[in-house]
């Protein structure tokens, strides 16, 4: 495959960019020497500078649930353009998008629009925080809810509940009221409940994890989430940037019929244009400014070309009967798919998948918590991640990171997928040989 456009525009990038990367994974350190720079996308495929065409299942992280350019999105964007690009005064298309997320997840009573998903978390913290009069954040490893302060943060050692910037920069005092307990141990948050109830302002948690490759709640830590957050006078979070609107258009929320007091919002929701949303219980939510006292503000907040975006890509959700069915069979296709070729090849792998979302783990299962899913041989996946980048596909370019399907994948797509997959496993196998 030729690569001499990527190159050449990854040194010019170097010479202006940290890292040549405006964001630090595209980088794609784990599985090749440079970025891949992108120039356009159509539908499945996205084409590289070199005019290299992949089927992607990235889908930039999300947005792109319709796939790259949907007539429907695209033409939304382009006629609000032609009335207006930003006013920053109160717009319609601000309050017909809070009508549909309200409307498709009833937790949701009112919601505040932001500009990414890193707005939204660090918003809702802020709400929480005022809210109960609390200081203490619950996360769990491994799950990401951007690069907000207090939860750039990791596990203290030992007994010690404080936890530990993982970044220069991040004070220490803003990780010290954040405590990181392991993803799917009910039992932990239990006994920190027990111990530190009336500290905590909130436990904020991925529903469906994706951002250690996907692992899925355990049957009962949703509801003892809920539960256990209820009883100590804490609020419970939903981190619903990846899951809402994909999983379903209710969300991880709808699927596990679980109501969270906040849920932050983002990727789907803005139809592949930067959006953010962090929404709850309307008693919660009026505490923002300047119905209440917390502040939050933007200049772009509920940016109308945004707005529309999203209104235009929700719709498409919404009228499409079975989409959510045909998302969540695409991605059991290719689980089957890779399992079996995995298994043919002889290399130990464990594929999870949840309502239209998969990860692939060099590693033996069942993955359920960041412990589990650091076994993930990261060699093999970059040698898997290779073929299959030579045959056309683009995978997740990291190994401890979700795929993303999109609708646009055919049922062809999915067969040149799985006919890709077998010269894949294989190079994983003899990876380390
Ligand atoms: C679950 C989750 N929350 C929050 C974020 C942060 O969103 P953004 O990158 O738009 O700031 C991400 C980003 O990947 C995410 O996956």
Same mark, same amino acid.
């Given at each position: 495959?030729?690569?001499?456009?990527?190159?050449?525009?990854?040194?010019?990038?170097?010479?202006?960019?940290?890292?040549?990367?405006?964001?630090?994974?595209?980088?794609?350190?784990?599985?090749?020497?440079?970025?891949?720079?992108?120039?356009?996308?159509?539908?499945?495929?996205?084409?590289?500078?070199?005019?290299?065409?992949?089927?992607?299942?990235?889908?930039?992280?999300?947005?792109?649930?319709?796939?790259?350019?949907?007539?429907?999105?695209?033409?939304?964007?382009?006629?609000?353009?032609?009335?207006?690009?930003?006013?920053?005064?109160?717009?319609?298309?601000?309050?017909?998008?809070?009508?549909?997320?309200?409307?498709?997840?009833?937790?949701?009573?009112?919601?505040?629009?932001?500009?990414?998903?890193?707005?939204?978390?660090?918003?809702?913290?802020?709400?929480?925080?005022?809210?109960?009069?609390?200081?203490?954040?619950?996360?769990?490893?491994?799950?990401?809810?951007?690069?907000?302060?207090?939860?750039?943060?990791?596990?203290?050692?030992?007994?010690?509940?404080?936890?530990?910037?993982?970044?220069?920069?991040?004070?220490?005092?803003?990780?010290?009221?954040?405590?990181?307990?392991?993803?799917?141990?009910?039992?932990?948050?239990?006994?920190?409940?027990?111990?530190?109830?009336?500290?905590?302002?909130?436990?904020?948690?991925?529903?469906?994890?994706?951002?250690?490759?996907?692992?899925?709640?355990?049957?009962?830590?949703?509801?003892?989430?809920?539960?256990?957050?209820?009883?100590?006078?804490?609020?419970?979070?939903?981190?619903?940037?990846?899951?809402?609107?994909?999983?379903?258009?209710?969300?991880?929320?709808?699927?596990?019929?679980?109501?969270?007091?906040?849920?932050?919002?983002?990727?789907?929701?803005?139809?592949?244009?930067?959006?953010?949303?962090?929404?709850?219980?309307?008693?919660?939510?009026?505490?923002?400014?300047?119905?209440?006292?917390?502040?939050?503000?933007?200049?772009?907040?509920?940016?109308?070309? @945004?707005? $529309? *975006?999203?209104? %235009?890509?929700?719709?498409? !959700?919404?009228? &499409?009967?079975?989409?959510? #069915?045909?998302? =969540? /069979?695409?991605?059991?296709?290719?689980?089957?798919?890779?399992?079996?070729?995995?298994?043919?090849?002889?290399?130990?792998?464990?594929?999870?998948?949840?309502?239209?979302?998969?990860?692939?783990?060099?590693?033996?299962?069942?993955?359920?918590?960041?412990?589990?899913?650091?076994?993930?041989?990261?060699?093999?996946?970059?040698?898997?991640?290779?073929?299959?980048?030579?045959?056309?596909?683009?995978? @997740?370019? $990291? *190994?401890?990171? %979700?795929?993303?399907?999109? !609708?646009?994948? &055919?049922?062809?797509?999915? #067969?040149?997928? =799985? /006919?890709?997959?077998?010269?894949?496993?294989?190079?994983?196998?003899?990876?380390?040989?």
């Amino acid at each position: 495959m030729k690569d001499d456009a990527s190159q050449t525009l990854f040194a010019r990038a170097l010479q202006v960019t940290p890292g040549g990367v405006n964001s630090p994974v595209r980088a794609m350190r784990g599985v090749r020497d440079f970025p891949l720079f992108a120039e356009r996308g159509e539908g499945a495929i996205v084409y590289d500078a070199d005019q290299n065409a992949y089927i992607d299942l990235l889908n930039s992280w999300g947005p792109l649930i319709l796939g790259h350019g949907h007539p429907a999105v695209v033409e939304a964007i382009r006629e609000q353009a032609g009335r207006a690009l930003t006013f920053g005064l109160a717009s319609g298309l601000e309050v017909e998008l809070a009508e549909f997320v309200t409307a498709a997840m009833p937790a949701v009573e009112e919601v505040r629009f932001v500009s990414s998903g890193t707005e939204a978390t660090m918003s809702a913290i802020r709400l929480a925080r005022a809210y109960t009069g609390r200081d203490v954040v619950v996360k769990f490893a491994g799950c990401y809810h951007g690069h907000v302060d207090a939860l750039l943060a990791r596990a203290g050692s030992g007994a010690a509940l404080s936890a530990l910037p993982v970044s220069p920069g991040v004070p220490r005092k803003a990780a010290a009221d954040t405590v990181v307990l392991p993803y799917n141990d009910l039992g932990a948050v239990e006994d920190l409940m027990r111990r530190r109830g009336e500290e905590i302002a909130c436990v904020i948690v991925e529903p469906i994890a994706a951002n250690m490759g996907v692992v899925p709640p355990k049957p009962g830590f949703l509801e003892g989430l809920r539960r256990a957050t209820q009883a100590a006078g804490a609020l419970l979070i939903f981190d619903e940037v990846i899951t809402g609107f994909r999983v379903a258009l209710g969300g991880a929320q709808e699927v596990f019929g679980i109501r969270p007091d906040l849920t932050c919002l983002g990727k789907v929701l803005g139809g592949g244009l930067p959006v953010g949303a962090y929404g709850g219980r309307r008693e919660i939510m009026e505490r923002v400014a300047p119905q209440g006292d917390v502040y939050q503000a933007g200049t772009l907040s509920g940016s109308p070309l @945004a707005m $529309a *975006a999203g209104l %235009a890509q929700l719709g498409v !959700l919404r009228r &499409t009967e079975g989409a959510y #069915g045909r998302l =969540a /069979a695409v991605a059991e296709a290719l689980g089957a798919a890779m399992r079996s070729a995995a298994e043919e090849a002889d290399v130990l792998a464990t594929v999870q998948v949840s309502h239209g979302l998969l990860t692939c783990f060099f590693a033996a299962g069942p993955i359920e918590n960041q412990e589990d899913a650091a076994r993930t041989d990261a060699r093999r996946y970059r040698a898997f991640w290779q073929a299959m980048a030579a045959q056309g596909v683009l995978f @997740a370019p $990291a *190994a401890n990171e %979700a795929v993303f399907p999109s !609708l646009a994948l &055919t049922d062809e797509h999915v #067969g040149q997928i =799985a /006919a890709a997959l077998p010269r894949a496993f294989a190079a994983a196998r003899d990876a380390l040989r």
